[in-house]
């Protein structure tokens, strides 16, 4: 088999990894939270830790990547993780679940932030969209594989022990494939790109503060629509419990298959194209959720999600281009975190807003955010034309 084949499985299935643990709390977390005997708040706790520390060394990424390169980062950061899943198996103590949070944290931030960096760099756009079509794969395995142990009577432990040995699976695999990321020296495109620009002067570059806008809204809309989708459809819409999971899935769903259509439609698509057709898509099945019912919530959510395949990947597979190799790594690193902190910030702030107001705030604040990226899309692309 081709060895440059082979490097991309290895970085493909790094990405199944990322996505693995994502929903393992949640799925998990009634069993856990009775047998510590705390409430089901506490999951915020470990849940906010591992943002944190995903945000703290999403910045501190590319530094180490100068120092460790690529392959021993992504190396070290997945057997973190590995340590931190195994761990929280074993804990019999809540404290140590958020001591065992920050391996995991720590180690995603990395493991997202340099793979993302590096294909951004080395491969084709519709690598990226494949990539995080394995990071959906990934974030569909982790709860399937969950409840399938707690079905079969297992305890929760058994499956993260299963997951967590995944991990250490993927750590050997990548001590072997180590000679295969010196291709990485050799073209000198790590070294190329290692600038000492400031996360401060970043902000300066024209068009960076409208890529960070556009990362905060971005995955501030994925989250709300995974927090608050469910609650949507059954208290504005008056569907039934299980047709809600049942419509939520299909947005995610569609998201994995979009992303791998994606892959595709940039062969002969260009990436600004596909950013602008994929954020009109958003905004049409937002507006079909809204003011729509019965059937039309099914096309809705499915457009949602067809949306927003490509938006993410293409969003970084684009940062070398619109801000040049040398700045893309910082950019990239700044991006990502701020991605993290729309997670953590966008999707309490409209469950506030709905206490006091109602659940059909979900759509408006959609549209708003679906806004928010297609007009900081454009103006990134005039700018980049008056360059």
């Not at 290895?10 to 643990?21: A, E, K, N, R, V």
Request: proline fraction near 3%; hydrophobic fraction near 50%; glycine fraction near 10%.
């Amino acid at each position: 088999m081709n060895k440059k084949l082979i490097f991309l499985l290895i970085i493909y299935l790094t990405f199944i990894s990322l996505g693995l643990p994502d929903s393992l709390l949640g799925v998990s977390w009634p069993e856990m939270a009775r047998n510590f005997s705390v409430p089901y708040s506490a999951a915020g706790i470990i849940s906010m830790t591992i943002s944190i520390c995903t945000i703290l060394s999403s910045l501190s990424t590319m530094k180490l990547v100068a120092k460790l390169g690529t392959g021993k980062l992504v190396l070290l950061s997945v057997l973190a993780t590995a340590i931190g899943i195994v761990g929280i198996g074993f804990t019999l103590n809540y404290a140590f679940l958020i001591f065992f949070a920050l391996p995991m944290g720590l180690g995603a931030g990395a493991i997202d932030t340099s793979l993302n960096q590096y294909v951004a760099l080395h491969f084709k756009a519709h690598h990226m969209n494949w990539l995080h079509a394995f990071w959906g794969i990934g974030a569909t395995l982790g709860p399937i594989t969950m409840g399938a142990v707690m079905r079969g009577g297992h305890s929760w432990r058994f499956g993260y022990w299963i997951i967590g040995g995944i991990q250490l699976f993927l750590v050997a695999v990548l001590f072997f494939s180590l000679p295969l990321w010196e291709e990485e020296k050799r073209t000198g495109k790590n070294k190329s790109n290692q600038s000492n620009l400031k996360f401060v002067d970043a902000f300066k570059i024209p068009g960076v503060p409208f890529a960070l806008l556009s990362f905060i809204f971005y995955v501030g809309t994925e989250a709300t629509i995974g927090l608050w989708g469910s609650s949507f459809l059954i208290d504005i819409k008056g569907i039934s419990v299980s047709s809600a999971s049942f419509i939520v899935s299909i947005f995610y769903a569609s998201l994995t298959v979009g992303r791998i259509f994606s892959g595709f439609i940039t062969f002969w698509l260009s990436n600004k194209k596909l950013l602008i057709i994929s954020e009109l898509s958003l905004l049409v099945g937002i507006i079909i959720i809204g003011i729509g019912s019965g059937s039309m919530l099914y096309l809705g959510f499915g457009l949602i999600g067809l949306g927003c395949a490509a938006i993410f990947p293409t969003m970084l597979h684009e940062t070398p281009k619109r801000f040049g190799d040398q700045n893309s790594g910082v950019i990239m690193s700044l991006q990502l975190a701020l991605a993290y902190v729309g997670t953590t910030l966008l999707p309490p702030l409209l469950g506030v807003l709905t206490q006091t107001y109602s659940m059909s705030l979900f759509p408006i604040f959609l549209f708003i955010y679906g806004i928010i990226l297609l007009t900081a899309t454009i103006i990134i692309e005039k700018l980049q034309k008056s360059r």
